[in-house]
């Protein structure tokens, strides 16, 4: 099983290269690809090293959603930070019921460590936060995994959050479209957290966004959310307001944009993308 990982398709883009790998991974127990965009070397200086900011993506996405039509590869290229795409969970593992609903199991990791027997691959966490890093650090020695950010979209939103606030030492900023801000008040954390981490609530804490940040103290780096005034989802499932008021009380800096008429829809994450790449790009002291 081949642990290195191999290139399986390449793009030119912006002047730059989309670049899809296929890797077996150790930590989930199967093969997992992933998307790089390589924005093009300064030139006269070829062994330049890019930083890298990680998008982690959705329910029911691939590797392939972000990099096909969110359009950050434009200020990728223009700001010179390579841009890492993750699955959003196993796959192949075939475990009863992975694929029975659109919002749990397979296309639906949640960024945490299942402890529950039955889940015990779904260890998207420690894929993201460990593998992948050191994989890359490993075997792309044009990226330079020292300065590392980190965004997503709802699912991925929120495993952008509380994987930043559970290593401020290692990324230099977040940023979220539409996350599911404070999952352990919303159905689809319910579901997930309930099968993946059992029945203790307080579990469930570990990976929410809003208990997590009345925790933090040392939060340093303006969180920038963006969400859609007009996203069916706002109300019931993502719970931005509750993140922002725990973010008050917690004194951490913040920026909450209400966007008007906008929804849950890449449309969204196309129109404000620009600004969350100018976002970590001065976070990563470009």
């Known amino acids: ?40 070397p300064p030139s006269p200086s070829p062994s330049h090293k890019f930083p890298v900011l990680y998008w982690l993506s959705g329910l029911t996405c691939t590797d392939e959603n972000f990099i096909i039509k969110s359009g950050a590869q434009r200020a990728a290229s223009a700001e010179g930070i390579a841009l890492i795409a993750p ?20 296309g639906a990791g949640f960024y945490l460590n299942a402890t529950q027997e039955k889940w015990k691959n779904w260890r998207m966490y420690d894929y993201v936060v460990k593998e992948l890093p050191k994989l890359l650090s490993e075997n792309f020695p044009q990226l330079d995994t020292s300065r590392e950010s980190i965004f997503g979209h ?32 919303s159905p689809w954390g319910h579901k997930a957290f309930s099968n993946y ?23 340093h780096a303006t969180i920038l959310i963006d969400q ?25 800096p913040h920026e909450l944009r209400l966007q008007p008429g906008y929804d849950h829809s890449f449309y969204f994450i196309a129109t404000f993308i620009d600004d969350h790449i100018r976002h970590h790009a001065k976070a990563l002291k470009l």
């Open 1 to 40: 099983m081949e642990t290195k990982p191999t290139e399986i398709s390449v793009s030119k883009m912006f002047e730059g290269y989309n670049r899809r790998y296929k890797h077996f991974s150790p930590t989930l127990g199967c093969s997992m690809t992933f998307h790089i965009y390589f924005p093009p």
């Open 87 to 106: 699955d959003t969970s196993p796959r192949g593992l075939n475990v009863e019921g992975e694929a029975d609903s659109w919002d749990f199991g397979v």
């Open 154 to 185: 709802s699912m991925g939103g929120h495993g952008a959050l509380t994987i930043y606030l559970k290593n401020l030492d290692k990324y230099k900023s977040v940023s979220a479209f539409a996350p599911i801000a404070n999952p352990v008040n």
């Open 197 to 219: 981490l059992g029945s203790n609530k307080a579990d469930w804490e570990d990976y929410d966004a809003t208990s997590l940040i009345l925790k933090c103290n040392n939060v």
């Open 228 to 252: 859609g005034e007009d996203d069916k989802f706002l109300h019931d499932q993502l719970l931005p307001q509750k993140f922002e008021e725990a973010c008050k009380r917690a004194n951490v």
